[in-house]
Protein backbone atom coordinates (compact mmCIF):
# COMPACT_ATOMS: atom_id res chain seq x y z
CA UNK A 1 0.00 0.00 0.00
CA UNK A 2 3.08 1.95 -0.26
CA UNK A 3 1.69 3.80 -3.71
CA UNK A 4 -0.94 5.66 -1.56
CA UNK A 5 1.04 7.97 0.30
CA UNK A 6 1.29 11.47 -0.21
CA UNK A 7 -1.14 10.90 -3.15
CA UNK A 8 -4.48 12.14 -3.61
CA UNK A 9 -6.64 9.31 -4.81
CA UNK A 10 -9.95 10.44 -4.86
CA UNK A 11 -12.20 13.34 -5.41
CA UNK A 12 -15.23 14.17 -2.66
CA UNK A 13 -17.88 12.83 -5.44
CA UNK A 14 -19.34 10.09 -3.22
CA UNK A 15 -17.45 11.13 0.28
CA UNK A 16 -19.03 11.05 3.81
CA UNK A 17 -18.64 13.60 6.61
CA UNK A 18 -18.62 13.06 10.02
CA UNK A 19 -19.56 15.54 13.08
CA UNK A 20 -15.73 16.00 13.85
CA UNK A 21 -14.54 19.53 13.53
CA UNK A 22 -11.23 21.10 12.52
CA UNK A 23 -9.84 23.81 14.76
CA UNK A 24 -10.81 26.18 12.01
CA UNK A 25 -14.75 24.87 11.88
CA UNK A 26 -14.44 22.44 8.62
CA UNK A 27 -15.67 18.89 9.39
CA UNK A 28 -13.57 16.02 8.72
CA UNK A 29 -14.43 13.60 5.21
CA UNK A 30 -13.78 10.73 3.69
CA UNK A 31 -14.21 8.76 0.60
CA UNK A 32 -13.75 5.23 -0.43
CA UNK A 33 -11.40 4.62 -2.98
CA UNK A 34 -9.74 1.19 -3.86
CA UNK A 35 -8.22 -0.56 -2.52
CA UNK A 36 -10.51 0.24 0.83
CA UNK A 37 -13.36 -1.70 0.28
CA UNK A 38 -11.41 -4.82 -0.63
CA UNK A 39 -9.24 -3.96 2.67
CA UNK A 40 -12.58 -3.64 5.05
CA UNK A 41 -14.48 -7.12 3.39
CA UNK A 42 -10.80 -8.81 4.04
CA UNK A 43 -11.06 -8.00 7.69
CA UNK A 44 -14.80 -9.13 7.85
CA UNK A 45 -13.33 -12.43 6.62
CA UNK A 46 -10.64 -12.99 8.58
CA UNK A 47 -11.61 -11.18 12.18
CA UNK A 48 -14.93 -10.63 12.66
CA UNK A 49 -15.95 -14.07 10.95
CA UNK A 50 -15.18 -17.82 11.18
CA UNK A 51 -13.16 -18.23 7.76
CA UNK A 52 -9.07 -18.89 8.28
CA UNK A 53 -9.88 -18.95 11.90
CA UNK A 54 -6.50 -20.14 13.28
CA UNK A 55 -7.01 -23.91 15.43
CA UNK A 56 -5.32 -22.77 18.12
CA UNK A 57 -7.00 -19.72 19.12
CA UNK A 58 -10.61 -21.63 18.58
CA UNK A 59 -8.82 -24.44 21.30
CA UNK A 60 -10.00 -23.35 24.56
CA UNK A 61 -6.83 -24.79 26.06
CA UNK A 62 -4.29 -22.69 23.54
CA UNK A 63 -6.50 -19.84 23.93
CA UNK A 64 -5.77 -18.28 27.17
CA UNK A 65 -2.31 -18.18 25.62
CA UNK A 66 -2.23 -16.24 22.42
CA UNK A 67 -4.58 -14.00 24.84
CA UNK A 68 -2.74 -13.22 27.33
CA UNK A 69 0.79 -13.10 24.89
CA UNK A 70 -1.26 -10.28 22.76
CA UNK A 71 -2.32 -8.63 25.58
CA UNK A 72 1.76 -8.20 27.16
CA UNK A 73 2.30 -7.55 23.69
CA UNK A 74 0.16 -4.00 22.92
CA UNK A 75 0.70 -3.11 26.61
CA UNK A 76 4.91 -2.52 26.08
CA UNK A 77 4.83 -1.33 22.12
CA UNK A 78 1.62 1.08 22.97
CA UNK A 79 4.35 2.74 26.20
CA UNK A 80 7.25 2.32 24.08
CA UNK A 81 5.32 4.81 21.52
CA UNK A 82 4.68 7.52 24.15
CA UNK A 83 8.34 6.86 25.73
CA UNK A 84 8.61 4.10 28.23
CA UNK A 85 11.92 2.52 28.29
CA UNK A 86 12.48 -1.05 29.27
CA UNK A 87 13.15 -4.42 27.95
CA UNK A 88 10.49 -6.41 26.89
CA UNK A 89 11.58 -9.65 28.91
CA UNK A 90 11.79 -7.63 31.84
CA UNK A 91 8.44 -6.15 31.30
CA UNK A 92 7.17 -9.95 30.30
CA UNK A 93 8.50 -10.97 33.87
CA UNK A 94 7.30 -8.01 35.73
CA UNK A 95 3.41 -8.91 34.85
CA UNK A 96 3.79 -12.55 34.37
CA UNK A 97 5.18 -12.48 37.91
CA UNK A 98 3.11 -10.01 39.40
CA UNK A 99 5.70 -7.97 40.79
CA UNK A 100 4.99 -4.09 41.77
CA UNK A 101 6.93 -1.79 39.16
CA UNK A 102 10.00 -0.44 39.75
CA UNK A 103 9.62 3.01 37.52
CA UNK A 104 7.50 5.01 35.47
CA UNK A 105 8.20 3.00 32.29
CA UNK A 106 7.10 0.16 33.91
CA UNK A 107 4.09 1.29 35.60
CA UNK A 108 2.89 2.69 31.92
CA UNK A 109 3.46 -1.00 30.69
CA UNK A 110 1.66 -2.60 33.77
CA UNK A 111 -1.56 -0.05 33.05
CA UNK A 112 -1.81 -1.00 29.62
CA UNK A 113 -1.73 -4.42 30.80
CA UNK A 114 -4.54 -3.55 33.04
CA UNK A 115 -6.55 -1.44 30.95
CA UNK A 116 -6.44 -3.98 27.73
CA UNK A 117 -8.06 -7.10 29.67
CA UNK A 118 -10.46 -4.32 31.07
CA UNK A 119 -11.79 -3.30 28.12
CA UNK A 120 -12.88 -7.18 26.93
CA UNK A 121 -15.33 -6.63 29.68
CA UNK A 122 -16.17 -3.44 28.77
CA UNK A 123 -16.88 -3.60 25.13
CA UNK A 124 -20.78 -4.64 25.96
CA UNK A 125 -21.17 -0.93 27.49
CA UNK A 126 -21.84 2.34 25.48
CA UNK A 127 -19.68 4.73 25.23
CA UNK A 128 -19.98 7.50 27.45
CA UNK A 129 -17.90 10.42 29.02
CA UNK A 130 -17.41 8.72 32.28
CA UNK A 131 -15.91 5.20 30.50
CA UNK A 132 -13.73 7.31 28.41
CA UNK A 133 -12.15 8.67 31.86
CA UNK A 134 -12.19 5.31 33.44
CA UNK A 135 -9.91 4.31 30.71
CA UNK A 136 -7.79 7.21 31.08
CA UNK A 137 -7.82 6.66 34.55
CA UNK A 138 -6.45 3.45 34.45
CA UNK A 139 -3.97 4.42 31.47
CA UNK A 140 -2.41 6.66 33.74
CA UNK A 141 -2.84 5.90 37.28
CA UNK A 142 0.15 6.89 39.09
CA UNK A 143 2.41 8.34 35.72
CA UNK A 144 1.38 11.66 35.16
CA UNK A 145 3.45 14.80 36.94
CA UNK A 146 -0.30 16.16 38.20
CA UNK A 147 -1.63 13.16 39.40
CA UNK A 148 -5.13 14.28 39.60
CA UNK A 149 -5.03 15.08 35.91
CA UNK A 150 -5.83 11.07 35.38
CA UNK A 151 -9.31 10.72 34.77
CA UNK A 152 -10.05 14.56 33.73
CA UNK A 153 -9.84 16.49 30.71
CA UNK A 154 -7.33 19.39 30.27
CA UNK A 155 -9.19 22.86 32.12
CA UNK A 156 -8.93 25.93 30.95
CA UNK A 157 -4.93 27.29 32.11
CA UNK A 158 -3.90 24.20 30.51
CA UNK A 159 -5.53 25.02 26.96
CA UNK A 160 -2.18 26.00 25.51
CA UNK A 161 -0.46 22.15 25.39
CA UNK A 162 0.33 21.38 22.23
CA UNK A 163 1.56 18.18 20.73
CA UNK A 164 5.70 18.47 19.86
CA UNK A 165 7.91 16.52 17.55
CA UNK A 166 10.30 15.78 19.88
CA UNK A 167 13.16 15.21 17.76
CA UNK A 168 12.68 18.88 16.13
CA UNK A 169 10.80 20.63 18.67
CA UNK A 170 7.97 21.67 15.95
CA UNK A 171 4.46 21.74 16.95
CA UNK A 172 2.38 19.70 14.30
CA UNK A 173 -0.85 20.00 16.06
CA UNK A 174 -2.87 22.15 18.45
CA UNK A 175 -6.00 20.55 19.94
CA UNK A 176 -9.22 22.46 20.58
CA UNK A 177 -9.41 24.88 23.49
CA UNK A 178 -10.72 22.94 27.11
CA UNK A 179 -13.77 25.05 26.88
CA UNK A 180 -15.00 23.02 23.78
CA UNK A 181 -13.87 19.88 24.81
CA UNK A 182 -17.02 18.04 26.89
CA UNK A 183 -19.14 19.37 23.69
CA UNK A 184 -16.97 17.69 21.72
CA UNK A 185 -16.70 14.50 23.95
CA UNK A 186 -20.16 14.31 23.60
CA UNK A 187 -20.26 13.99 20.25
CA UNK A 188 -17.44 11.40 20.32
CA UNK A 189 -19.21 9.86 22.19
CA UNK A 190 -22.62 9.58 20.40
CA UNK A 191 -20.67 8.53 16.90
CA UNK A 192 -18.90 5.80 18.76
CA UNK A 193 -22.22 4.77 19.83
CA UNK A 194 -23.68 5.10 16.00
CA UNK A 195 -25.91 7.28 17.13
CA UNK A 196 -24.65 9.91 14.24
CA UNK A 197 -23.68 10.58 11.01
CA UNK A 198 -27.43 9.31 9.61
CA UNK A 199 -25.29 7.27 6.29
CA UNK A 200 -23.96 3.83 6.89
CA UNK A 201 -20.06 3.91 8.22
CA UNK A 202 -18.23 0.33 8.13
CA UNK A 203 -17.81 -0.60 12.07
CA UNK A 204 -13.82 -0.96 11.47
CA UNK A 205 -13.81 2.83 9.98
CA UNK A 206 -16.05 4.09 12.85
CA UNK A 207 -13.02 2.33 15.00
CA UNK A 208 -10.31 4.06 13.08
CA UNK A 209 -12.18 7.31 12.93
CA UNK A 210 -12.51 7.13 16.83
CA UNK A 211 -8.97 6.45 17.08
CA UNK A 212 -8.44 10.05 14.81
CA UNK A 213 -10.81 11.66 17.00
CA UNK A 214 -9.49 11.26 20.12
CA UNK A 215 -5.88 11.61 18.86
CA UNK A 216 -6.72 15.13 17.46
CA UNK A 217 -8.98 16.32 20.31
CA UNK A 218 -6.32 15.50 22.55
CA UNK A 219 -8.43 16.00 25.92
CA UNK A 220 -6.02 15.18 28.21
CA UNK A 221 -2.78 16.26 29.56
CA UNK A 222 -0.87 13.08 28.68
CA UNK A 223 -2.16 9.37 27.84
CA UNK A 224 -4.28 11.00 24.43
CA UNK A 225 -2.31 7.94 22.24
CA UNK A 226 -2.99 5.02 24.66
CA UNK A 227 -6.54 6.02 24.96
CA UNK A 228 -6.95 6.31 21.58
CA UNK A 229 -5.82 3.16 20.90
CA UNK A 230 -7.77 1.39 23.49
CA UNK A 231 -10.95 3.09 22.44
CA UNK A 232 -9.90 1.35 19.09
CA UNK A 233 -9.79 -2.11 20.58
CA UNK A 234 -13.31 -1.08 22.26
CA UNK A 235 -14.73 -0.24 19.62
CA UNK A 236 -13.40 -3.33 17.55
CA UNK A 237 -14.82 -5.91 20.00
CA UNK A 238 -17.83 -4.16 20.38
CA UNK A 239 -18.66 -4.44 16.92
CA UNK A 240 -17.36 -8.12 17.28
CA UNK A 241 -14.26 -8.23 15.80
CA UNK A 242 -13.17 -10.82 18.45
CA UNK A 243 -10.01 -11.80 16.57
CA UNK A 244 -8.56 -8.18 17.97
CA UNK A 245 -8.28 -9.71 21.25
CA UNK A 246 -5.44 -11.37 19.76
CA UNK A 247 -4.25 -8.89 17.60
CA UNK A 248 -1.86 -6.15 18.69
CA UNK A 249 -1.49 -2.78 16.66
CA UNK A 250 1.12 -1.16 18.45
CA UNK A 251 4.10 -3.24 17.30
CA UNK A 252 3.36 -2.27 13.53
CA UNK A 253 2.91 1.53 14.30
CA UNK A 254 6.03 1.92 16.81
CA UNK A 255 8.18 0.34 13.49
CA UNK A 256 7.87 3.35 11.13
CA UNK A 257 6.01 6.72 14.22
CA UNK A 258 6.71 8.90 11.34
CA UNK A 259 4.36 7.54 8.74
CA UNK A 260 1.57 7.25 11.73
CA UNK A 261 2.70 11.69 12.24
CA UNK A 262 2.31 11.55 8.45
CA UNK A 263 -1.05 9.95 8.03
CA UNK A 264 -2.46 12.45 11.20
CA UNK A 265 -0.44 15.41 9.38
CA UNK A 266 -1.62 14.79 6.02
CA UNK A 267 -5.21 14.40 6.91
CA UNK A 268 -5.44 17.31 9.41
CA UNK A 269 -3.66 19.67 6.34
CA UNK A 270 -5.53 18.21 3.18
CA UNK A 271 -8.60 19.98 3.34
CA UNK A 272 -9.92 17.48 6.38
CA UNK A 273 -9.49 14.56 4.57
CA UNK A 274 -9.41 11.08 7.17
CA UNK A 275 -8.74 9.13 3.79
CA UNK A 276 -5.19 9.22 4.72
CA UNK A 277 -5.19 7.92 8.47
CA UNK A 278 -7.95 5.63 6.68
CA UNK A 279 -5.41 4.01 4.46
CA UNK A 280 -2.80 4.24 6.83
CA UNK A 281 -4.78 2.28 9.92
CA UNK A 282 -6.17 0.16 7.25
CA UNK A 283 -2.54 -1.17 6.38
CA UNK A 284 -1.41 -1.72 10.11
CA UNK A 285 -4.77 -3.97 10.53
CA UNK A 286 -3.68 -6.16 7.34
CA UNK A 287 -0.28 -6.28 8.89
CA UNK A 288 -0.97 -7.00 12.66
CA UNK A 289 -3.25 -9.59 11.24
CA UNK A 290 -0.48 -11.43 8.82
CA UNK A 291 1.84 -11.04 11.98
CA UNK A 292 -0.99 -12.70 14.58
CA UNK A 293 -1.14 -15.88 11.28
CA UNK A 294 2.42 -15.68 11.09
CA UNK A 295 3.19 -16.00 14.76
CA UNK A 296 1.00 -18.74 15.40
CA UNK A 297 2.31 -20.70 11.99
CA UNK A 298 5.77 -20.50 14.22
CA UNK A 299 4.40 -21.80 17.18
CA UNK A 300 2.71 -24.70 15.75
CA UNK A 301 6.05 -25.69 13.55
CA UNK A 302 7.80 -25.50 16.89
CA UNK A 303 5.50 -27.33 18.74
CA UNK A 304 5.53 -30.51 16.11
CA UNK A 305 9.20 -30.03 16.02
CA UNK A 306 9.36 -29.96 19.65
CA UNK A 307 6.57 -33.50 19.79
CA UNK A 308 9.34 -34.87 16.98
CA UNK A 309 12.38 -34.72 19.09
CA UNK A 310 10.98 -36.27 21.53
CA UNK A 311 9.98 -39.48 20.05
CA UNK A 312 13.94 -39.67 20.34
CA UNK A 313 14.38 -38.50 24.04
CA UNK A 314 16.32 -41.08 25.53
CA UNK A 315 15.51 -39.21 28.72
CA UNK A 316 12.12 -39.68 28.98
CA UNK A 317 10.23 -42.79 28.63
CA UNK A 318 7.80 -43.54 26.14
CA UNK A 319 4.61 -42.62 28.61
CA UNK A 320 6.40 -39.60 29.75
CA UNK A 321 7.06 -38.64 26.28
CA UNK A 322 2.86 -38.84 25.58
CA UNK A 323 2.10 -36.81 28.62
CA UNK A 324 4.34 -34.37 27.46
CA UNK A 325 3.03 -34.47 24.04
CA UNK A 326 -0.34 -33.87 25.26
CA UNK A 327 0.75 -31.15 27.41
CA UNK A 328 2.06 -29.00 24.90
CA UNK A 329 -1.19 -28.76 23.29
CA UNK A 330 -3.06 -28.77 26.18
CA UNK A 331 -1.19 -25.93 28.59
CA UNK A 332 -3.88 -25.50 31.32
CA UNK A 333 -4.40 -29.55 31.66
CA UNK A 334 -4.14 -31.09 35.33
CA UNK A 335 -2.60 -34.88 35.22
CA UNK A 336 -2.79 -36.82 38.32
CA UNK A 337 -1.41 -40.37 38.93
CA UNK A 338 -4.69 -41.88 39.05
CA UNK A 339 -5.11 -40.20 35.51
CA UNK A 340 -1.85 -41.09 34.04
CA UNK A 341 -1.87 -45.09 35.35
CA UNK A 342 -5.68 -45.13 33.94
CA UNK A 343 -4.15 -43.31 30.57
CA UNK A 344 -1.69 -46.15 30.71
CA UNK A 345 -2.99 -49.22 32.16
CA UNK A 346 0.34 -49.07 34.71
CA UNK A 347 0.53 -49.50 38.63
CA UNK A 348 0.28 -46.84 40.65
CA UNK A 349 4.07 -46.81 41.86
CA UNK A 350 5.31 -46.15 37.91
CA UNK A 351 2.83 -43.54 37.41
CA UNK A 352 3.75 -41.75 40.55
CA UNK A 353 7.13 -42.39 39.51
CA UNK A 354 6.98 -40.89 36.11
CA UNK A 355 5.25 -37.87 37.18
CA UNK A 356 7.59 -36.54 40.20
CA UNK A 357 10.37 -37.25 37.39
CA UNK A 358 8.98 -35.11 34.94
CA UNK A 359 8.61 -32.06 38.30
CA UNK A 360 12.01 -32.76 39.04
CA UNK A 361 13.07 -31.72 35.28
CA UNK A 362 10.85 -28.71 35.84
CA UNK A 363 8.41 -29.55 32.93
CA UNK A 364 5.41 -29.99 35.04
CA UNK A 365 4.64 -28.02 38.40
CA UNK A 366 3.68 -30.64 41.49
CA UNK A 367 1.25 -29.09 44.19
CA UNK A 368 -0.27 -31.06 46.67
CA UNK A 369 -4.53 -30.58 46.89
CA UNK A 370 -5.61 -32.17 50.29
CA UNK A 371 -3.78 -36.11 49.93
CA UNK A 372 -3.46 -36.15 46.01
CA UNK A 373 -0.69 -34.75 43.76
CA UNK A 374 -2.01 -32.55 40.69
CA UNK A 375 0.37 -31.73 38.21
CA UNK A 376 0.34 -29.00 34.87
CA UNK A 377 2.66 -27.90 32.48
CA UNK A 378 5.12 -25.00 33.19
CA UNK A 379 5.15 -21.97 31.55
CA UNK A 380 7.94 -21.93 29.19
CA UNK A 381 7.44 -25.41 28.54
CA UNK A 382 8.74 -25.44 25.07
CA UNK A 383 12.05 -23.57 26.21
CA UNK A 384 12.46 -26.13 29.07
CA UNK A 385 11.80 -28.64 26.45
CA UNK A 386 14.97 -27.74 23.78
CA UNK A 387 17.41 -28.16 27.23
CA UNK A 388 16.23 -31.86 27.89
CA UNK A 389 19.54 -33.90 27.74
Known sequence: MEWWWGIKLHRRTGSKSIPLHSTSNKNFWFGLPDPIPAILHEIDLRAGGTIQVPRQITNPDMKDRYYVGSLI????????IEGAVTTRQVAKDMIRSGRKPSDRSERMILNNFITMRRIGELKDRPLTGDLVFEIHRLI???????????GRMRLNDESEKVVVDDMYGEVYHTPPSAAELPARLKAMCDFANGKTPAVFVHPVLRSIILHFWLAYDHPFLDGNGRTARALFYWSMLRHNYWLFEFISISPIILKAPSRYQLAFLHTETDDCDLTYFILYHLD?????????HAYIKRKT??????EASLRGAAALNHRQRALISHALRHPRQTYTIESHRLSHNIVYETARKDLHELAERNLLNAVKVGKEWHFTPTDNLEGRLSQLS
Open 284 to 292: VIQKAIRHL
Open 301 to 306: EQVQQL
Open 73 to 80: EEAITSSQ
Open 140 to 150: TEDTLENPIAA
